[in-house]
């Protein structure tokens, strides 16, 4: 057959290349996704041949169109396009999900231009939302970004977030195509094939809808060509397809998903055999220079000794100062009065993302973001960034530089209750790989910590409180991640009293209450939770007879478990003091006193050990 | 003035009632959120007298109506309401976030008939959908659930995924009332007050959507009478209100969220003054009988010992099993063939939810039905219940008894990648107040933990493996929480090896690799991780030299920690093994071994270990 690029002949070749490859990839491996590859076979021909816009010799190119793919298990289908696109070779290819490949069993960044993991699903689009926000708000590039979903996470509520707030950003750079199969893992999904509705309730979220016949390839351009005249809102395609096109043994079939095809030869024979196109991807437009980032000097604040001050204000003033980056961007979940990113969108409106009360789509947002190269900051009340926590799963997957605020840690919040209460954070920071943890007790020691959160890689965590503390770091002391400060010390000490946070202030109180009585304690400020400064724990421990950690946390996973893996080697008893009941409201005195974590209760806890 | 029971004029001055309570509770306490309280006033007038059927009296009828306030902070609303009812008198209304009081700044289920606690936003709708669910499938009893909901929430994900499955499960006992006050905490909301945006959204997500002046009591009436009239769909109000309706110092102005009116006193003279109304609330129509739940006689499944079997696989057939128990309910997030509730749904199809994949409306609605006393088990893969880990938290809040099953655990699932890895599940599990964490090794090990927490408080957890096992567990031999198995042991062990799940074999394996170079080394199967077996776990280590901990998770917040902190205080030192860089795509055998989790690893870090 006599196929030339951009004619509807060589899509439709090109399509069936897409799907051959499929089969034969995952067949290849013995595992993978080789029909919910081949419905979305067409779809990705036609943008692949003259419509996105992505130079993938230079994926790291500015100007470059963007493409995520939401379903990412459509893994096959996107390792094929990378071939048809010259960006990898057949023998490359052939590695899928082979130990070592870049080619993973579901796409990660370690494969360019890949921006974001994918593989848990609905979080490609609004990832795709970020990198839409980055276009045209602050790298102001006319890139498009283009992300396929499937229809079975239209029923993750964050695909619903990612419409809601691309519509409200007015995003025309955005273009989302659902693969409409219908049927997902082990049934047919909710709205089946009836497009209509998806497209009634993309209307209502704002986006230009558009539904196609997901394998006519003339239709196909057609809405396209729609999509990209689409100006001040994103567009969406709902693509009716089926499930396993092309290959009678699997087309629309139930019990077909996530398995490669029991006859693999026949089907490629069925598809009209191998093929090797190759398609020219367009060239992005670079006429648009790209904007030099301005480098302002930062003067980070300082407070005095003895200051009383919330370390989420100092969390807010930091962020604001260092907003003179022009790198620096901060989003927020429709808190920032009380997280203190207000302090940041005041000083730097025009890099503050309000993201309303949707923390899915707001650490999606700002995965996406740094994807395009700006340092993102993310805060929440840090109860809620529990709503996001696959989200930052993902992100560790993506390799992403994720900075995260979560305000309002622990029972000392007082009388909004135990909903609004952090007491698990630490413990599911902790677990996400290459995390940094911080929980700071005053101002200065945070201010420190936000300006090295900056050009930190990895995804880190500051934990700030409600309440104001007294200030105990002099402006100019060494504070650093992976640090400590020794609040107090005597060469008499028998016990060390390692806090983070308000309970820092509890445990000095309670040595000054043991000290009265003879008992000396050190007390150590572990601001820096991961990684925890091992030699300052450990040399404390050695020099005393026992060891009292002191957190405003759940027992499990906190500071606790880290001081206890700092000294797993040594022989010296660590107990622990943590939240072991539900708290409830009350003044924070009074829940710090149920918890068992303030001064009395240390002193009592540490008299008792010291006394053992 | 005149007021008569079930008359405009009453409701209107009911209305008035709850915004004086509002403002004067939270005046009293010194915080919460009045003018969230007064947008909803005159709706939660309306529906108090004449729709609501709810005994107050006696908050465990099967037969009453359930009311959610997914805005939870409208708290002094919800007390009101109950002051207006009777079902609290002044002075604990007066107790509002004190200390000890039952009537905590966010609602809980410790003040009745409350049934899930609120306070994160989102969360209300999709437990009011379990409990719509329960109503219509499972009691068939014609109670109806109510929901208020604020407008900022509507930008919660969790908000459409409870939309779109009320629908589809054409719940017409669900009523949302959606308290649209344009305002949220710092900004206007991104559809501030146009109704007809969110009622065209409602209805393409299938609901029978009606918009609503909210401060007008006669329309409010007709309003809830065409919900109630409403057959084969949900109902929703998009009432049009203003956040401090009443009072001219607040009324629908910014900067007024969250917290005590400056002048309380003028507020309440403005207001009209205080009242003490009190509703008669109507009662529930107890026609319909409630039916016994047939209790079954459960036989679980068994294996011989020897034989392969994913724990999956035994989740599945034991939990098909205890459905002979007519209280036993199963839920799945799309992925039933994978965690294999599938044998579930197929021997008791009518107590199967397929909640497709929606994570958070399958936590929230196993929440609603356990609220109405179903015994509610809910699975995915392991790694995806960290999309809904914040409703598992709030779960914890309303104390529900919850039994979760996460598949396809650790790197040991292969080539699929780590997007699908649950790597951190552990962690986030053991962090959650009053938890129980599983993670059996072998099928046998599995029914019988899986029969102890249909029975169990609080929220467990079961880890299951994609691969097969080994059966080493006899179908006769004890299986407990909190309890160990020992895999092997002699006099002369010199190394205690713990280890769980998958890693349990590479153990035994490493054991015997062990053995030929005359090391002894005593293997613990810790299947029970939280509570973990503390005199097994110390026993072991007093009597060896050193103790190895093997997880196939993060370092952080699993096995490893559970073992450090029951050994404390014993001088025995502990190392772990554990996943630190993040894996890939590859075969089980491979990513082990990358991990440093296998069975040469386990071995080479022993000996090292024993020389040391």
Redesign the interface.
């Known amino acids: 057959m006599e196929t030339t690029s951009s004619g509807a002949d060589f899509r439709r070749e090109l399509g069936q290349q897409l799907r051959v490859d499929s089969v034969r990839v995952s067949s290849h491996?013995?595992?993978?996704h080789p029909t919910s590859s081949m419905s979305a076979a067409d779809l990705m021909a036609v943008l692949l041949d003259g419509h996105l816009r992505l130079d993938y010799r230079h994926p790291g190119e500015p100007h470059n169109d963007h493409l995520v793919f939401s379903k990412?298990h459509a893994s096959p289908l996107y390792y094929a396009m990378l071939r048809a696109a010259g960006a990898i070779a057949e023998d490359e290819f052939r590695t899928y999900?082979?130990?070592?490949?870049r080619?993973?069993?579901?796409p990660?960044p370690?494969i360019p231009p890949t921006d974001v993991?994918?593989?848990?699903?609905?979080q490609g689009l609004p990832a795709g939302v970020g990198l839409a926000l980055a276009g045209k708000m602050l790298d102001r590039l006319p890139y498009r970004v283009w992300v396929l979903c499937g229809d079975?996470?239209m029923?993750?509520?964050?695909?619903?977030?990612a419409f809601?707030?691309a519509a409200?950003y007015e995003l025309d750079n955005l273009v989302a195509i659902v693969d409409v199969n219908r049927l997902?893992?082990?049934?047919e999904?909710?709205v089946a094939w009836d497009v209509d509705?998806y497209a009634?309730?993309a209307?209502?979220?704002g986006w230009h809808a558009i539904t196609v016949d997901g394998h006519d390839v003339e239709a196909i351009e057609a809405a396209y060509a729609d999509a990209e005249r689409t100006r001040g809102k994103p567009a969406v395609l709902f693509a009716k397809t089926k499930k396993g096109k092309g290959v009678a043994a699997v087309e629309d079939l139930p019990g077909k998903h996530g398995k490669p095809l029991d006859d693999p030869d026949e089907a490629i024979a069925e598809l009209g055999g191998r093929r090797n196109l190759t398609v020219s991807v367009a060239k992005p437009d670079t006429s648009v220079p790209v904007q030099d980032c301005p480098v302002g000097r930062v003067e980070l604040p300082s407070w005095d000794v003895g200051d009383e001050v919330a370390t989420r204000e100092a969390y807010g003033a930091a962020l604001a100062a260092l907003g003179s980056r022009g790198d620096v961007v901060a989003l927020d979940g429709?808190?920032?009065?009380?997280t203190h990113s207000?302090l940041f969108a005041k000083a730097h409106p025009e890099r503050y993302f309000?993201m309303?009360?949707?923390e899915?789509?707001m650490i999606a947002a700002a995965v996406g973001l740094q994807a395009r190269g700006w340092t993102a900051f993310a805060s929440t009340f840090a109860?809620?960034l529990?709503?996001a926590?696959?989200f930052i799963?993902?992100a560790?997957?993506s390799r992403a530089d994720l900075r995260l605020s979560g305000s309002h840690a622990g029972v000392a919040i007082?009388?909004?209750?135990?909903?609004?209460m952090a007491?698990?954070d630490l413990?599911?920071l902790?677990?996400?790989?290459?995390s940094t943890v911080l929980h700071p007790s005053d101002a200065n020691q945070t201010a420190q910590l936000v300006a090295q959160m900056a050009d930190l890689p990895g995804i880190s965590y500051l934990r700030t409180l409600r309440g104001k503390t007294p200030v105990r770091t002099a402006a100019d002391e060494s504070v650093r991640i992976g640090g400590s400060r020794t609040v107090r010390s005597s060469d008499q000490d028998e016990v060390t009293l390692i806090a983070c946070g308000t309970t820092v202030d509890e445990a000095d109180r309670a040595a000054g209450l043991l000290a009265r009585e003879g008992v000396f304690a050190r007390v150590l400020d572990c601001y820096s939770i991961?990684p925890i400064d091992e030699v300052a724990v450990r040399q404390a421990a050695a020099e005393t007879r026992v060891v009292l950690t002191v957190e405003d946390h759940?027992?499990?996973?906190?500071l606790?478990?880290?001081v206890?893996?700092a000294l797993?080697?040594l022989?010296v008893?660590?107990?622990?003091l943590a939240v072991r009941e539900?708290p409830?409201?009350?003044?924070p005195e009074?829940?710090l006193r149920?918890a068992g974590i303030d001064a009395g209760a240390i002193a009592t806890a540490a008299k008792t050990l010291v006394a053992a």
């Open positions: 491996a013995g595992s993978g990412g999900r082979a130990f070592g490949s080619l993973e069993g579901h990660t370690r993991a994918t593989g848990s699903l609905g079975s996470e029923a993750e509520g964050s695909i619903w977030e809601e707030h409200h997902g893992q082990t049934t999904t909710m509705t009634a309730r209307r209502a979220f429709e808190v920032s009065n009380s207000d309000e309303y009360i949707a899915q789509q109860a809620f529990s709503r926590y696959d799963r993902m560790a997957i007082g009388a909004d209750g135990p909903s609004q007491l698990e413990a599911a902790r677990a996400v790989h290459g991961k759940w027992p499990e996973g906190g606790g478990d880290a206890l893996e797993a080697t022989p008893p660590v107990h622990k539900m409830m409201s009350g003044t009074e829940l149920m």
